[in-house]
């Protein structure tokens, strides 16, 4: 095993082996849980940074492959494979940067029972470390329950008001989509004869057999719905914002920032490429289902009041567009839409931390009870600006690329022009939601709760413990921003390789062509199940 | 060339970072730092307009940004129009960093509004170099953002909190249909690169729709406030008064009209016909808001508004190079007039209402003077700047399209009645109030950029000082209006439109004037239409109130009763049917189990006997 | 007269059988439940009888032997059973011995 691999599963074992120690010896000494917190999420962030300067970009394969078959599920074709590419690695990375911050920001936050609140964080960071790094599908799905359920516990033992029943609301709606996701999962492990159930070798067995076209519309169906809920697509959007509401900060962080990528990364990793027929015809649907995350949840988040519910609301709308890249089934779209992952990982991550430190300086997070906060925390408004230029999508931060690049993908076809017109309303939407939260909070005449509350407690700006997670998360979003190629060449490459079919099938877009085509060829392979395929469509 | 045209751009940047990480406490560091930038974005100006090779256009890209087909790439053009601008922003923002060395003098926050300035010229000058229209989109926002940094210098009112809001809010409107229409043209022709789309659009006129135009004039329409997105700008001067100088004078919301040039090979005849038609309509309409503003600020706001019409309406009759002029001409006699304005401000202790002014000129003779070149040069006095570039407008309309003259030339009119009203009210006569008594004349920070702008503003209109560089693309549209005819009968109508502005603003407001204006009294219907500005703020501020928040919120009522509600809550409900017709089986009495018992032990026998295996 | 047949025999099993399964189900008195389960069991008792005689096979007559058996341990319990109820709730209906809140 070398440096890289160790590295690689290092970041998912030694959270977890810390959060076992914390468990078992330092449950009730806050002090050394909090070392071993910081090392428990600082490794990750390290390991991710730089596992992700060192993948190669070019390689459409993995790096870094680690590779156990022996797990006693080898009949299932199940092994313990994990690697990167150019699709996981920026999102590794992020997912370890927003995990330090979020392990600072909780280690500064007074929570009772402290060394409890950080070993379930970091049970939760090694799924989300593990659900980017595996290559097999099985330990995909598992990370992700695995990062899932301490969140259950965390809100319901140290959220807001409500929090019990948000909690069960939470628990049963994800667990549902999780369930109805592990049905297409397990379809697709029973239909395809794969040696590994894993994504390079789903790829071959489809590009050697094939699914029938009916069979991929549905489990795309089931997929799509599955993951949909997960990520908050419309109409199954509603336990986002109630949620991240309650969570505690460091929770809302990494499930709005992190875990919500894991059905948007399962679906442009394998539903699209595995499932074309079923892209194209549920295609149409998700865009309209997306248009719906887009512009009612986006109405919805200028009408909020309540800051961290219009932060939740804003980032179900931003799903939106991830949505609609992927809807569009080209690989513009689904690059377009994994760099938009990408940012906004980082950027709605960094508003709930600035939420936090906001509440903690006005006593509220209802907007119309602040106002004028700029004349005594500068440093906050500042980082409070950037967060929300870049939420808004202004140029110099990651989220542009990927909304401009998801808006060009759906202007190549004139009947989605429709949709381009009303997505794009999204950008109006949500500069006035970011900017009226911006004047409320900051400028202007402070209100007479917050002239009250400045009685009792003295406004100080951030210090440096609040500045560095906010600067941790603030700067590779600047990197995405200013430098775009520099997880974007990764992604091309491998999402390219894969979307073949798609670029390929230029105003064949209709047809139920159910095989990929083959990278070398310009036809479309005359096989068996394509022929029952065209049969099947002159029924 | 491409190291002087990076240098260039990234100058004002470092100058930012660096206030940004290290001068925020140390306001006169920052902004010595700033002008020493823009001191420096001049010098590179120069050369890239005269060095070598020069004469030709250079342009050079990178690739910056590549998904699967689409490839963004960073690059310059220096072509003619970037030259002019050019010269314009770098010459024109020197000068007002200056100036605001002078009157930021004793702000608290200067390092923020310093570092602002460089942001912006960082923007601007992106807009003006950028080769393709994707890059000159990122440039426009980063524009709007600026924008929205310094306007919102004075935080603390809720005066700037709003306005900056809505600039940047109203911005975005325009950016929507900007990016639309950048989106469109990718797919039409394949490419965003300007050069590479003249070619496209030039070997097949059949490929552009006005519809196309019209999508990518919105970005016009927002940035320089055109009608219906002009609401911004009067707002937009709660910001310090350089900056609105700077940008909402001389240099953002022109970048506009040099989009529309620089796109000016797409556009069908339908659409520059509506532009030039929408643009004569906002100079007339803007100019009779001007008639009866009381801020200094506001007045010279609705100028500009009225001024950028002038260009869109030279745009739409097809002679860019014309709107080019007028930008230019404009830039100098407009920032002159702002300065001048800021000068009286700081002077007279922040009052704004003219009617409070009044004798400035024997107090402050250089603003004062400055001031009036200023006023005679937009008016249209011969031989001064602004009488070249607006004569030109009013004879090309006049002989291509009749109806856009008229309107155009009542707007001159009013422009005069206004521009004048404005100087005798703040200048002449006896002084109105305590802040004007004790007004002094500026320090020479400010002072001087007002002298060297108002000797552009007098030159500035012979065409043939300027380096050729500079006025290349302006040369053959002066030449093609030149060979128009009816100069004379142009001449004397310019003649009677500012002799007659300047007669009647004397008759109405060169007497002592009191607080209150004298056309309230003369014709107070047509004060009411004119203070009104035909609602359109009343419009907007409806909109947003009383349908869009309501609408918003109903929209969030929709959503917690039906999907929360109906949806999530009512398939919990539904799981908790099923839930309560089992437990209705939990009776707890013995009889109801034994009924079950027997009733299942029953079905078993059925089935065993009559469905099942047993035969 | 006509001679008695297996049918009637049968007819009074049935007779008993039913006395004892509408007793199971309807009867309040927890004892007497537990007497119309015993009826029941003789009614089958008597079929089972009734069968062997007519086959002539012993079969029939051994299960009853069987189910005399199992009726008197099942009553041993079923009465001890009801006296620790009673003990327990004073009385020996059967509404009494609800203890689900329903």
Not at chain 2, 144 to 150: C, N, R
Not at chain 2, 284 to 313: E, N
Not at chain 3, 35 to 53: D, H, P
Request: aromatic fraction near 14%.
């Amino acid at each position: 095993m070398d440096f890289h691999q160790i590295l690689l599963l290092g970041s998912i074992v030694v959270p977890l082996l810390s959060a076992v120690f914390i468990l078992f010896f330092f449950l009730n000494d806050s002090c050394r849980a909090k070392q071993i917190a910081y090392f428990a999420f600082g490794f990750p962030c390290a390991a991710g940074i730089f596992l992700f300067a060192n993948t190669d970009p070019y390689l459409t394969g993995y790096s870094f492959e680690l590779l156990y078959e022996r797990m006693g599920l080898q009949s299932l074709g199940i092994t313990f494979h994990l690697g990167l590419n150019g699709v996981s690695s920026p999102l590794f990375a992020m997912a370890g940067i927003v995990g330090l911050s979020a392990c600072i920001a909780a280690i500064n936050s007074e929570a009772k029972r402290l060394p409890l609140y950080l070993a379930l964080l970091a049970f939760m960071q090694s799924g989300l470390m593990g659900l980017f790094a595996s290559v097999d599908i099985f330990f995909y799905y598992l990370f992700h329950e695995f990062a899932l359920i301490p969140t259950f516990l965390m809100i319901g033992l140290w959220g807001g008001r409500d929090r019990r029943s948000i909690a069960l609301e939470i628990t049963i709606y994800l667990t549902l989509g999780a369930l109805i996701s592990l049905g297409g999962l397990v379809a697709l492990n029973v239909l395809l004869d794969a040696p590994k159930f894993d994504f390079p070798s789903l790829t071959e067995s489809l590009l050697t057999d094939g699914l029938k076209v009916g069979t991929q519309q549905k489990i795309f169906g089931l997929l799509l719905f599955g993951f949909g809920i997960l990520v908050a697509l419309f109409p199954f959007h509603t336990w986002a914002p109630r949620g991240y509401e309650t969570a505690p900060t460091s929770v809302s962080m990494l499930h709005a920032g992190v875990l919500k990528k894991f059905g948007l990364y399962g679906l442009v990793q394998l539903a699209l490429p595995l499932l074309p027929a079923g892209g194209i015809t549920w295609g149409p649907y998700l865009m309209w289902l997306a248009l719906g995350n887009i512009l009612v949840v986006g109405a919805i988040t200028v009408a909020q009041n309540n800051l961290k519910s219009m932060i939740g609301n804003g980032s179900v709308m931003h799903m939106g567009y991830c949505f609609l890249g992927l809807a569009v089934c080209s690989s513009l779209g689904a690059s377009a839409a994994v760099m938009l992952m990408c940012a906004h990982g980082l950027s709605v991550s960094l508003m709930f931390l600035l939420a936090n430190y906001i509440n903690k300086r006005s006593g509220t997070l209802e907007m119309n009870e602040m106002g004028g906060l700029a004349s005594q925390t500068p440093i906050l408004a500042c980082f409070f600006a950037a967060a929300t230029f870049a939420t808004i999508g202004l140029p110099g931060f990651g989220n542009f690329w990927g909304e401009f690049a998801i808006f060009l993908s759906l202007g190549e076809y004139a009947d989605n022009r429709l949709v381009l017109g009303l997505a794009a309303l999204g950008i109006i939407i949500s500069a006035i939601f970011g900017l009226r939260a911006m004047a409320r909070i900051f400028y202007g005449s402070k209100s007479d709760e917050l002239l009250s509350f400045e009685k009792e407690n003295k406004i100080l700006d951030l210090n440096i413990k609040e500045i560095i997670p906010a600067s941790l998360i603030l700067l590779p979003l600047l990197f995405i921003g200013l430098w775009p190629k520099g997880i974007s060449e990764g992604i091309d490459v491998n999402i390219s390789s894969r979307y073949q079919i798609f670029d390929k099938g230029d105003g064949n877009l209709g047809l139920p062509s159910c095989c990929p085509v083959s990278v070398i060829e310009d036809s479309l392979p005359e096989s068996s199940i394509q022929k029952s395929a065209l049969e099947e469509e002159e029924k | 060339m491409v190291q002087v045209a990076l240098s260039l751009l990234l100058l004002p940047l470092l100058s930012a970072g660096i206030t940004l990480l290290f001068l925020r406490k140390y306001g006169n560091i920052a902004a010595l730092l700033s002008v020493a930038s823009a001191g420096g974005i001049l010098a590179f100006s120069s050369f890239l307009i005269f060095g070598k090779d020069s004469d030709q256009i250079f342009s050079w890209s990178t690739t910056w940004f590549q998904l699967s087909d689409w490839e963004l790439s960073f690059g310059f053009l220096v072509d003619s129009p970037a030259k002019t601008l050019l010269f314009v922003v770098s010459f024109v923002g020197l000068l007002i960093h200056i100036f605001s060395l002078g009157y930021m003098a004793d702000d608290k926050a200067k390092a923020r509004y310093f570092g602002g300035l460089s942001i912006f010229m960082f923007s601007m000058l992106g807009i003006t170099l950028s080769d393709n229209l994707v890059m000159i989109f990122v440039f426009w926002e980063l524009v709007g953002f600026s924008s929205y940094l310094l306007i919102a210098h004075y935080f603390s009112t809720d005066e700037a909190a709003n306005a900056s809001k809505k600039a940047f809010i109203v911005n975005r409107v325009g950016d929507f249909g900007f990016l639309l229409g950048i989106i469109i043209t990718y797919w039409t022709y394949g490419t965003v690169n300007l050069q590479e789309l003249s070619v496209t659009a030039n070997l097949d006129p059949s490929l552009t729709s006005t519809m196309l135009c019209l999508l990518l004039a919105c970005g016009f329409i927002g940035k320089s406030a055109q009608f219906p997105l002009h609401v911004w700008l009067p707002d937009a001067m709660a910001g310090p008064t350089p900056v609105s100088a700077l940008i909402h004078a001389a240099t953002m919301v022109a970048a506009g009209i040099f989009l529309l040039i620089r796109i000016e090979f797409l556009f069908t005849v339908e659409a520059l016909k509506l532009i030039g038609l929408a643009g004569s309509v906002m100079g007339l309409y803007a100019g009779f808001c001007a008639l009866t503003q009381r801020d200094i600020k506001k007045v010279l706001a609705y100028s500009t508004l009225s001024q950028l019409g002038y260009m869109a309406a030279a745009f739409g009759l097809g002679l860019p190079g014309i709107a080019l002029f007028h930008l230019m001409t404009h830039a100098f006699f407009k920032a002159l007039m702002f300065l001048g304005s800021g000068s009286v401000i700081h002077a007279c202790h922040h009052e704004q209402d003219i009617f409070n002014y009044g004798g400035l000129r024997k107090k402050m003779p250089v603003t004062a003077y400055t001031f009036l070149i200023g006023v005679l040069a937009i008016s249209g006095v011969h031989f001064l700047s602004g009488y070249f570039s607006k004569d030109a407008i009013l004879l090309g309309a006049y002989n291509l399209d009749f109806v856009i003259f008229s309107i155009l030339y009542l707007g001159a009119i009013l422009t005069s009645i206004y521009m004048f009203r404005l100087y005798f009210l703040t200048f002449c006569g006896e002084t109105r109030s305590k802040s004007s008594e004790n007004a002094v004349e500026s320090s020479v920070f400010m002072t001087a950029p007002l002298i060297v702008l108002a000797v552009l503003a007098v030159f500035g209109g012979f065409h043939s000082l300027y380096p050729a560089q500079i006025v290349e693309y302006l040369l053959p549209d002066i030449s093609r209006v030149a060979e128009m005819p009816h100069h004379l009968w142009m001449n004397i109508l310019g003649l009677f439109a500012w002799v007659g502005g300047l007669l009647f603003a004397w008759k109405i407001y060169g007497s002592d004037t009191q607080s209150k204006d004298p056309l309230e009294l003369k014709a107070p219907s047509l004060f009411q239409l004119s203070t009104s500005k035909l609602f359109f703020d009343e419009v907007y501020l409806f909109y947003v109130n009383r349908i869009q928040d309501p609408f918003f919120r109903f929209l969030e009522v929709m959503e917690l009763l039906f999907i929360s509600g109906l949806m999530v809550r009512g398939s919990a409900g539904v799981a908790a049917l099923f839930a309560l017709l089992g437990k209705s089986f939990y009776s707890g009495k013995i009889h109801h189990y034994s009924f079950w018992f027997v009733l299942g032990t029953l079905g078993f026998l059925a089935y065993a006997i009559l469905g099942g295996g047993i035969s | 007269m006509e001679t008695i047949s297996p049918s009637h025999y049968l007819f009074l099993a049935l007779c008993l059988f039913s006395i004892g399964f509408f007793g199971v189900l309807l009867r309040r008195n927890i004892l007497l439940l537990l007497m119309s389960l015993e009826l029941m069991l003789n009614g089958i008792n008597l079929a089972l009888v009734t069968f062997s005689r007519t086959s002539l096979n012993l079969d029939g007559s051994i299960f009853v032997f069987f189910i005399m058996t199992v009726a008197a341990a099942e009553v041993a319990v079923g009465l001890a059973l009801l006296v620790a109820l009673y003990k327990k709730r004073q009385s020996v209906f059967s509404e009494d011995m609800n203890l689900v809140s329903n």
